[in-house]
């Protein structure tokens, strides 16, 4: 094994190296992937599971084993006491009580029950409409399309160039036909925070009934009165610094009757979800809940904010013409930074920064199809500036020093493809 340091490689960092495996790499990013670091920039995808929740949830994995749902013994209670538990820990995130979190597979499911579930048991048959909004997460999207088949109408209520939804299209588009409005509370792409406040006191003036889709908001702001102004709401797990395979559905006890359920079984969950629940999840997703409530937050996003701006600044001093898509910094997630490289292609500098920096086009859950945004498109992008764009995310764990690698990252990368770009046309 080969000891590196940085001296090690020429100046001209922008030499490829001769790797088999990896052509595209420069000595810059072999460098930082030999150290193995990775500058991760993708917290919008998924956030690593923080070590306290992480250590709240490994004895959960052996000695505190037991079903929840196991009735008749000390084990199973004591295993039910700890899901409350963690029920009460989420349910407090969005001012909610415990008796009205649904444990779910993650936000998708949540999401699927929050739409189907409703339409599924209907009781008023005038109400045949079903609003979202245009930037909505596919798992919104896909199951409102869903409804397509039972005799819904789905109508996407467009948003302005920040990405906001139009109050006017809302306000037009509502009326006593109306079962529910989806509208998602921080953008998973470009960020962007809705006034869910006034959008649900519109909805809910109209006889609809308000879903909130937040998994990208609990790192993002303060969320402590949702459940005031939503009637459903969705969590993620893994977007929240707990475990992946768990999110929740909050459904105020008023509506729980109205929820047809997606799974059916043994009645767990007041019949709204069957299943056995994953016990160390809910723990993990539960420990996560009590730290994104806690004091240090505000001071962790505000640094992170900082970065972000500070990255973006960086950003706009390379001699690359670049726009950030999306909201003004106060109104969009404080990691956010949605960037259209002018005149690249996203696909081919992602590709360039592999394995050294992660970040995205975008939705990680679509990725793979090759189409621009929904998102893009719907605040305005060209077909092209949206192929051109991607989403950097920051977390509370992302560092200055990491701000600066990537940068330098960025511009090597850049530069490469100028060069090649001028050869090309010489
Ligand atoms: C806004 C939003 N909703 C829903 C989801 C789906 O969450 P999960 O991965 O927990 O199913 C995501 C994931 O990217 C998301 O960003």
């Known amino acids: 094994m080969v000891n590196l340091k940085l001296e090690d490689y020429p100046q001209d960092s922008t030499r490829r190296v001769s790797f088999p495996l990896a052509p595209h790499l420069t000595h810059r990013s072999m460098f930082l992937m030999r150290k193995g670091k990775i500058l991760y920039l993708d917290h919008q995808a998924t956030t690593p599971v923080d070590e306290r929740v992480l250590q709240r949830m490994i004895p959960y994995f052996g000695a505190k084993f037991g079903n929840p749902h196991s009735a008749d013994h000390a ?10 538990d963690s029920a009460a820990q989420i349910a407090a995130l969005i001012g909610a009580d415990a008796d009205e979190i649904i444990f779910a597979s993650g936000a998708t499911e949540a999401n699927n029950l929050a739409l189907l579930g409703l339409a599924g048991r209907r009781a008023d048959r005038r109400r045949n409409r079903v ?73 809910r003036s109209a006889g609809a009934v308000f879903h909130a889709d937040a998994a990208q908001a609990p790192l993002a702001m303060e969320i402590g009165a949702l459940a005031e102004d939503a009637d459903l709401v969705s969590l993620s797990g893994h977007k929240m610094l707990g475990p992946p395979g768990i999110g929740v559905l909050y459904v105020r006890r008023a509506l729980q009757e109205r929820i047809e359920p997606l799974v059916y079984g043994g009645g767990q969950q007041n019949g709204l979800r069957s299943g056995t629940v994953p016990l160390p999840l809910c723990v993990g997703m539960g420990a996560a809940a009590e ?93 092209d500036d949206a192929e051109a764009s991607i989403r950097f995310s920051l977390g509370f764990t992302s560092r200055d020093e990491d701000i ?10 850049l530069g490469r493809f100028t060069q090649t770009t001028v050869v090309r046309s010489a």
């Not at 084990?75 to 409350?84: D, E, H, I, L, T």
């Not at 896909?142 to 302005?160: C, I, Q, S, T, W």
């Not at 960020?191 to 519109?202: A, E, F, H, N, Y």
Request: contains cysteine.
């Open 75 to 84: 084990v199973g209670w004591k295993s039910s006491r700890a899901v409350a």
């Open 131 to 203: 609003l979202v909004s245009a930037i909505e997460h596919k798992s919104v999207l896909a199951a409102a399309d869903a409804l397509k088949d039972r005799g819904y109408r789905v109508e996407a209520v467009p948003v302005d160039t920040e990405g906001r939804v139009s109050v006017r299209a809302l306000e037009d588009a509502l009326d006593d036909s109306v079962l529910s409005v989806s509208i998602m509370v921080v953008n998973n792409e470009i960020g962007t925070i809705q006034d869910v406040r006034s959008l649900s006191m519109l909805a």
């Open 291 to 383: 730290l994104l409530r806690g004091d240090q937050v505000r001071e962790a996003r505000a640094a992170m904010r900082k970065r972000r701006d500070r990255f973006v600044e960086k950003l706009r001093n390379l001699p690359w013409g670049i726009t950030v898509n999306g909201a003004a910094a106060e109104r969009r997630h404080p990691g956010n930074a949605n960037v259209c490289f002018h005149g690249f292609s996203a696909h081919d500098i992602l590709n360039a920064l592999q394995p050294a920096l992660a970040a995205s086009t975008g939705s990680a859950c679509t990725s793979g199809i090759p189409a621009p945004s929904h998102v893009l498109k719907a605040i305005g992008l060209s077909s």
């Open 404 to 413: 600066d690698a990537a940068i330098d990252l960025i511009a090597e990368a």
